[in-house]
Nanobody, 121 residues
Framework: QVQLVESGGGLVQPGGSLRLSCAAS????????MGWHRQAPGKQREMVAG???????IYADSVKGRFTISSDNAKNTVYLQMDSLKSEDTAVYYC???????????????WGQGTSVTVSS
């Protein structure tokens, strides 16, 4: 069974930084891509950033230049470095993995439980 566990969320002041981590556990052979999404109170979940196994990245316009996604394929882990945080970045951040080849069968998508980020003075 594949599970994603996020960590690194918390309370930070505007202009501050946080680094989120997401580790995939289980007998995993490969992951095509991983990403971060967020859901603010009363809003729909939105894509924040994504990275393929080859290193290609994509970002939401709202975070370009402030957030950086990276990964360690050997550890099946993805990171999100968040700098110059704004109050509007407050949300629950979810990690996902796409096209996971694992023991017991391939999975089209796996989601983590989320980690809360609050940007407030």
């Amino acid at each position: 069974q594949v599970q994603l566990v996020e960590s690194g969320g918390g309370l930070v002041q505007p202009g501050g930084s946080l680094r989120l981590s997401c580790a995939a556990s289980g007998t995993i052979f490969s992951i095509n891509a991983m990403g971060w999404h967020r859901q603010a109170p009363g809003k729909q979940r939105e894509m924040v950033a994504g990275i393929t196994s080859g290193g290609s990245t994509i970002y939401a316009d709202s975070v370009k230049g402030r957030f950086t996604i990276s990964s360690d394929n050997a550890k099946n882990t993805v990171y999100l470095q968040m700098d110059s945080l704004k109050s509007e970045d407050t949300a629950v951040y979810y990690c996902n993995a796409v096209r996971v080849a694992a023991a017991g069968g391939d999975l089209p998508e796996v989601w983590g439980q989320g980690t809360s980020v609050t940007v407030s003075s």
